[in-house]
């Protein structure tokens, strides 16, 4: 019992690094920049599940309020969680508790994997939308345009890696007796 819990720990610590880490991958397209941080996220879910995953959200999320610059860009602190963008990285915690709370209900392969990503980035666009919405005093179409649409085909392209990358490290875990 004791080891199982702290395997959870150390894999929610190991994915929030890992998020951390792939949140300062960054390219710019059009005109907002994507980062690895919702494709970290993704990751997370199909590789260690809903609690575990969710967990390491937290522990993000967490770590960054703090200062620390775990955010996309370097950025870090409670300014960056109550701005225009916080609402992602909240989302980034029920994000990862619905893509995984999918696959355990189903099944670890790409079919579901993918569908449970893509679930989970229309939840972590939900969050990331209603929270832009209200801090930038914008309209619901227009918090749509700006936080939602530009987001869609980079995000699903993020959904497919996350899917195959996450099952098929997911399954070696497994085989090794690591997860």
Same mark, same amino acid.
């Given at each position: ?5 702290l395997?959870?720990?150390i894999?929610a610590?190991?994915f ?15 005109v907002?920049p994507?980062s ?5 996220v ?7 599940g ?9 522990a993000y999320?967490l ?8 955010f ?7 300014q960056?969680?109550?701005?225009p963008?916080?609402?992602y990285i909240?989302?980034?915690?029920a994000?990862?508790?619905i893509t ?5 209900k ?8 993918l569908?449970a990503?893509i679930?989970?980035?229309?939840? +972590? ?5 209603t929270?832009l919405k ?6 619901w179409?227009a918090a749509?345009?700006?936080g939602v649409?530009?987001?869609?085909i ?8 996350? +899917?195959?990358l996450g099952i ?12």
């Amino acid at each position: 019992m004791q080891s199982s819990k702290l395997r959870g720990l150390i894999l929610a610590s190991i994915f929030a690094a890992i998020t951390a880490i792939l949140a300062q991958l960054q390219v710019q397209l059009w005109v907002v920049p994507f980062s690895g941080q919702t494709l970290a996220v993704g990751l997370t879910a199909t590789i260690i599940g809903s609690k575990i995953g969710a967990l390491s959200m937290i522990a993000y999320m967490l770590i960054g309020m703090i200062g620390l610059p775990v955010f996309s860009g370097l950025e870090g602190g409670p300014q960056v969680l109550v701005g225009p963008t916080g609402g992602y990285i909240f989302g980034f915690i029920a994000t990862a508790y619905i893509t995984g709370l999918i696959l355990e209900k189903t099944s670890f392969n790409f079919k579901m994997a993918l569908i449970a990503n893509i679930i989970g980035m229309f939840v +972590s666009l939900a969050f990331g939308m209603t929270q832009l919405k209200f801090v930038a005093e914008l309209s619901w179409s227009a918090a749509m345009m700006s936080g939602v649409y530009p987001f869609l085909i980079v995000g699903v392209i993020k959904a497919i890696l996350a +899917s195959w990358l996450g099952i098929m490290i997911r399954k070696r875990l497994m085989k090794a007796n690591l997860l």
